[in-house]
């Protein structure tokens, strides 16, 4: 135990190095030994980075399966003020194994709140979520929906597209629950 504890201080010692070989073997060591505590300094990597290395670390976020990281990510994303940094870590969500379904309101909350892309990113790991969903998350989803449409007269049309895509989503979730949802054009 203390030995993994060791190795594991001293990779993140390596990872925080701008060499790429440096970084990419400080990755490897993270996927071995699986510790997500990790991952808020993998996070804080990407905000400034080459993008070789920003790649290697997409690509290590996406393939985490361990359901606790979840929470991590969650996190990360509700206290995270930077757009294009939110952005790089909902790319990983998207391509994630991971299933993020129960997060369904969220995503929404951000995909409203935030710009295009990141709505669009949003869109995306929405549209890769199986179901079935929680009757009350997908009634937080719509009363999200309804006070975007209601607070969001001056968004761009390509934003609002997205938005009426997500509502589309969720309407087709539950067509039980009265879902007037469409986002007038």
Known sequence: MQQ???????????????????????????????DISILPSVFEKLRS???????????????????????????????EKEQALRQKVLTS??????TYDEHLPFFVMLA?????????????IIENMQGPFA?????ESQLLLKEYVEEATHEDEQKRQIMSEIAWFIKEQNEGIDADLLIED
């Open 49 to 79: 980075c080459e993008l070789t290395i920003e790649k290697a670390i997409l690509g290590f976020l996406s393939d985490i399966q361990k359901v606790e990281a979840k929470t991590i990510f969650i996190q990360f994303l509700s206290e």
């Open 135 to 139: 009757e009350h998350e997908l009634l």
């Open 112 to 124: 409203s709140t935030g710009d295009f892309m990141q709505s669009l990113e949003c869109l995306t």
């Open 4 to 34: 993994k504890k060791v190795k594991l201080t001293a990779a993140l010692k390596q990872f925080e190095s701008d060499n790429e070989t440096d970084v990419l073997s400080a990755l490897k060591i993270f996927e071995q030994q699986g």
């Open 93 to 98: 969500i998207w391509n994630s194994k991971l």
